[in-house]
């Protein structure tokens, strides 16, 4: 997927540019890689994400998957793969599969040393609802390899429009163990008072992830998303050519990145996908859709690292010096 550069087949590379995308996918950070085992349908296991993430001089990689917290892998991948020089990062989304929103298993994650708690994604009301009104849906997000039962819809507020308590317990995990809180597939309308309590709670660290699919912001939304002093990921399967996901052009990624500012976006891959581009060259098309777009490599540097380097917290010296 390599010859995929800014939205259109190089078929002629430019030397230079594909030296320069090169050059800033070093120590470039994926907050979303989606690769396997799973049950879903995936192109690359997370010891091939691992290998090509460190050919490419990555500097850390986020496992994500909807149904198990990839927590003890990551462990078990650091052991054996740490002279790779790649971070490995995990957390858990608080689907079905580990009892919703539940205590236990955000407890248990963060035992096993997961940064980040996404709220419900596949069992959120929202992500359900929207997959009973669009008959498309299934083209716009993976299906499982064999059926599974039907999940049950879990929502952040009761039917007061209170936050679960439950959900408060969670949220003084987060703020005690500093972990990164995603609000998953939630509805934007959920995310206003989910995030009001994290932050009275004392969570510190907050991520909005693909901000209009599902989640149903808009430009405004996002505005007030970074004031609130969250964090925005777009994911790059939406946008490059070759995704089976790509929804939207180059100057709606525009759009949004103004809206979020150069200093709260960061790019995430997204990819792992069965059919799609590997989650390293995904990266290279971003990035060459954002040189095309007229950003500057320092502004290019802060999407696909350095933000999401402050968000985890992780040694910003050592991003930039690799960078």
């Not at 010891?47 to 927590?71: N, T, W």
């Not at 009301?125 to 009973?132: L, S, T």
């Not at 009001?196 to 007030?224: C, F, S």
């Not at 350095?306 to 690799?322: I, V, W």
């Amino acid at each position: 997927m390599s010859d995929i550069i800014g939205g259109s087949s190089a078929t002629q590379p430019n030397p230079s540019r594909e030296a320069l995308i090169d050059q800033l996918l070093v120590g470039a950070i994926d907050l979303h890689c989606h690769s396997g085992p799973s049950v879903m349908p995936r192109g690359l296991d997370h010891i091939e994400a691992i290998r090509e993430a460190s050919e490419a001089g990555l500097r850390a990689v986020l496992f994500k998957d909807h149904f198990y917290s990839a927590d003890p892998i990551a462990e078990l991948l650091r052991n054996h793969y740490g002279h790779l020089n790649v971070k490995l990062l995990s957390g858990i989304a608080l689907n079905n599969s580990v009892g919703g929103i539940n205590r236990y298993a955000v407890d248990h994650s963060i035992k096993l040393g997961g940064r980040i708690v996404w709220m419900p994604t596949f069992s959120a009301a929202n992500h359900i609802d929207q997959h009973r009104k669009d008959a498309d849906f299934d083209k716009k997000f993976p299906t499982t390899k064999a059926r599974m039962l039907q999940p049950s819809p879990l929502r952040a507020l009761d039917d007061n429009g209170d936050i679960h308590d439950e959900l408060k317990f969670i949220l003084d995990l987060i703020a005690e163990a500093d972990l990164v809180l995603s609000a998953g597939h939630l509805h934007i309308s959920e995310i206003w008072p989910l995030f009001e309590e994290a932050k009275r709670r004392g969570v510190r660290r907050l991520l909005v992830n693909h901000p209009i699919y599902v989640v149903g912001a808009e430009l405004d939304d996002i505005r007030r998303i970074v004031e609130m002093g969250a964090y925005v990921e777009h994911s790059v399967c939406m946008f490059v050519e070759g995704s089976k996901f790509k929804l939207y052009d180059p100057a709606t990624l525009d759009s949004l990145i103004k809206a979020g500012t150069v200093d709260r976006t960061i790019l995430g891959s997204d990819l792992g996908q069965t059919g799609n581009p590997r989650p390293v060259d995904g990266f290279r098309a971003m990035i060459g859709i954002c040189l095309d777009l007229g950003y500057s490599e320092d502004d290019i540097r802060k999407m696909v690292s350095r933000n999401a380097a402050r968000l985890f917290g992780l040694d910003l010296d050592d991003t930039l010096a690799s960078a």
